[in-house]
């Protein structure tokens, strides 16, 4: 167990040592953000035609900005702290992370009321691009009581992009999971976010899926 724990904070470090510019970043599709451009969070659909997720990228991978969408106008957003720009007090986020758009997981349901998160794993991609990625699993967290889940998702041109499950990702890149949840777990600081285990490819579409017809009920 030690001995996993320290690869992880090594493969961590690397992270972190090795931050990307914004001009090193691939271009993916990315969205109007202009004042009369659709709500991202109303007007793009969940799936794709061909049965992959959109995932909208809000933070890219290895960078530690906190940008957020905003519900009420549809745009993203980057967060403030008594009005200063947030960012993350830890090391850079270990995948791409964004939201799924057209979904909600709703404080009825013992949610925050955000759309669902998702975090892409493979190359950074820049803020505001929407990524075709497909569904491998999720990450059950609690954020101070509340569900946070986080869906596992791997994009297209990821060097993991013929990994069609959990226990595939684990026997083929060992220790992924582990960063994943060690970050999740310490990145707000000691006590505010405690992870509940790893989840099925099966059990994370269930989430997708209820949390469309959430945000559809609203």
Known sequence: MCYKIFICCILLF???????SSDDIPQNPKL???KDAPNILTNITPYTEDGYVNAFIEIPAGTIDKWELNKSSGKLEWESV?????????????????????????????????PLDILVLGP????????????IGVLYLSDQGERDDKLIAISQDSPMKDIHDMNQLEANYNGVLDIVEIW??????????????????????????????QFKAQ
């Open 184 to 213: 999740f777990k310490n990145y707000k600081g000691p006590g505010f976010i405690k992870p509940k285990g790893y989840g099925s490819k099966t059990e994370a579409l269930e989430i997708l899926n209820d949390a469309i017809e």
């Open 14 to 20: 690397f992270i972190s040592c090795n931050p990307q």
């Open 124 to 135: 950074a991609t820049q803020r505001e691009s929407i990524v075709k990625c497909k569904i």
């Open 32 to 34: 109007d953000q202009s």
């Open 82 to 114: 008594n009005g200063t720009p947030r960012k993350v007090n830890y090391l850079g986020y270990p995948g791409n992370y964004g939201m799924i758009p057209s979904t909600l997981l709703s404080k009825d349901s013992g949610g925050d009321g955000d």
